[in-house]
């Protein structure tokens, strides 16, 4: 069956510390695909960053690190000198192109809150 | 807009009363899901539609909830006799193709208040 497991319901850092939200997930499919989403306050989804399975490259964008490990079903978010305005709670998704439902299954969120 | 717009974005209502809470995708964007999400909680997949058609509803939980997209754009999710359980926001999301890309841009939600 289908699962993603965030470690973190709520974490709390002071500014400019690094911090890493996990994501583990259970899945039948050898191919699929992951994904980070931020929800601000606001409410509003933000997309942040897309992996398939076949692809095991970490990648890097400004302050974000994702690192994809197929062997442990991780996909692990970092950043790097945390700011403020990355309070946010973060979601992990998982989505099986076989199921042809184009549907995500989301983590159950990890609150982030950086204090100054 | 340029983004996907919901509205209402607050409804409160009174039990087994019927509500509509409607979205509107990015121009262009041919699919169209909804989630729900309760609080403390991750997003639940509800519908997605492809066009006009409801390719997937395996997630709307009974036959009270129902959802529509006439003419392939503005969609509407309409709840009847709505219970206190139903008491969620409920974000729309839109993406170009609905390929499994999965680049979905989500509306902020309606907030719906079941009394």
């Known amino acids: 069956a289908q699962k993603v497991t965030q470690a973190q319901t709520e974490i709390s850092v002071v500014e400019k510390e690094d911090v890493t939200l996990d994501c583990v997930y259970e899945t039948r499919d050898t191919t699929y695909y992951l994904f980070w989403y931020k929800q601000p306050p606001s409410g509003e989804l933000v997309f942040l960053i897309r992996r398939n399975s076949f692809d095991e490259q970490n990648e890097i964008s400004g302050r974000y690190s994702w690192n994809f490990q197929k062997s442990t079903s991780s996909f692990n978010f970092t950043i790097t000198a945390s700011q403020v305005v990355d309070s946010a709670v973060y979601f992990c998704?998982?989505?099986?192109?076989?199921?042809?439902?184009?549907?995500?299954?989301f983590g159950q969120g990890s609150t982030l809150h950086v204090q100054p | 807009g340029a983004g996907v717009s919901q509205t209402p974005s607050n409804k409160v209502t009174e039990k087994g009363k019927y509500v509509e809470l409607r979205c509107d995708p990015i121009?262009?964007?041919?699919?169209l899901y909804w989630y729900r999400q309760s609080l403390g909680q991750g997003p639940e997949f509800l519908i997605y539609?492809?066009?006009?058609?409801?390719?997937?509803d395996s997630g709307l939980p009974n036959d009270r909830f129902f959802a529509v997209r006439p003419e392939g754009s503005v969609s509407t999710l309409k709840i009847q006799r709505t219970e206190r359980g139903d008491s969620a926001v409920y974000l729309c999301a839109s993406s170009q193709n609905g390929r499994n890309t999965g680049e979905l841009f989500f509306g902020e939600g309606s907030r719906l208040t079941v009394l």
């Open positions: 539609f492809q066009g006009t058609g409801a390719a997937d």
């Open positions: 998704a998982l989505s099986e192109p076989s199921s042809n439902t184009r549907k995500l299954l």
């Open positions: 121009s262009g964007h041919t699919a």
